[in-house]
């Protein structure tokens, strides 16, 4: 079915009198094919998911988290970090006000991680690859999981919740007022399609930028250059890959592109992912907002946590 997109490349770069055999036939070839790829897919893919998480809301979440069994209370939060339409800015925010609801703090946690963490939209974008997509997207998925899980589970087990940095009072969550059915119906398809619309409008920008960053590296710069300084013979590529994403603050669709070069080029699956889990969830003015609520020890030993699991798991996915 994808094949449409590659086709549409081929006639476009035709029309231009290029071919794929040159550097910018390549890079031009690999704008096309994967610009409206992403634009088409993000769009239907998201309209169909905003066909659930309309019925979210933060008080919503709050209520399906509270009062579950602690075990059954990650996974549920890691599943709703997935799929609330909330980016890392809010993420916060909304910690804050699980916390004063009663949720436990490591079922917190687990949403705090797997909210930037685990984004449906990275998972469109790199379902685009193909059948190749399909493999990444499930090693992304159940990696970025395993690591939101076991730090809600760690937290829980080391007590870290006397080392935040607010006294956040429990207070009852608040009840929605809740429209008929008749009236969410009506409004359904309306919401699916501005929700959808409005996104792709506001990440278009970021997604172009990083195409044509991804397009100049998948025309112009060799295959050898990234199997020698990130293939899988280079040991220290790993923690490179994910330290080096710290400083970086940049919208995931605008990553994924990169990611998918990266991985096009040879470099392993390990070291990809984790360059872009580092940026999604350990970017700098993400911790500078956490610092807010962390103390100093306590964001650390999240920063600390986060970076010791990536580069463990860029390893295990790079041995795979």
């Known amino acids: 079915m994808l094949e449409v997109f590659t086709h549409l490349a081929d006639w476009a770069i035709l029309q231009m009198g290029l071919t794929k055999e040159t550097h910018l036939g390549s890079a031009v070839h690999f704008f096309i094919e994967d610009s409206t790829k992403i634009f088409v897919l993000l769009y239907l893919l998201i309209f169909i998911i905003s066909l ?9 979440v709050r209520d399906y988290l509270s009062g579950k069994s602690r075990w059954s209370g990650y996974f549920l939060a890691v599943f709703l970090g997935v799929v609330t339409p909330f980016c890392s800015c809010s993420s916060i925010p909304l910690f804050m006000g699980f916390i004063a609801a009663g949720v436990p703090f490591g079922v917190s946690v687990a949403f705090l991680v797997s909210s930037p963490l685990i984004s449906e939209i990275a998972a469109i974008m790199l379902l685009g690859m193909g059948s190749y997509g399909a493999y990444i997207v499930s090693i992304y998925i159940i990696s970025g999981t395993i690591i939101s899980v076991l730090a809600g589970y760690l937290a829980d087990k080391f007590h870290v919740e006397k080392y935040l940095a607010l006294n956040i009072p429990k207070v009852a969550p608040s009840v929605c007022a809740c429209s008929s059915m008749r009236e969410k119906a009506v409004a359904l398809v309306k919401y699916a399609h501005e929700f959808s619309w409005n996104l792709v409008k506001s990440l278009y920008l970021y997604i172009l930028i990083g195409l044509v960053i991804g397009a100049y590296m998948h025309g112009y710069i060799p295959q050898e250059f990234f199997v020698k300084y990130m293939g899988a013979d280079n040991i220290w590529a790993v923690p490179f890959a994910t330290v080096v994403g710290i400083p970086i603050y940049a919208s995931q669709a605008g990553i994924v592109p990169l990611v998918q070069v990266l991985l096009m ?39 600390g946590y986060l970076l010791v699991a990536f580069i463990a798991t860029g390893y295990l996915l790079n041995m795979l």
Do not use: D, N
Not at 52 to 60: A, H, I, V
């Open 265 to 303: 080029k040879g470099v392993p699956v390990g070291t990809a992912l984790v360059a872009f889990m580092s940026i999604a969830t350990i970017s700098l003015p993400e911790m500078m907002m956490l610092k807010k609520v962390f103390s100093l020890k306590l964001l650390m030993m999240f920063i």
């Open 52 to 60: 659930f998480r309309s019925q979210l809301s933060p008080e919503k």
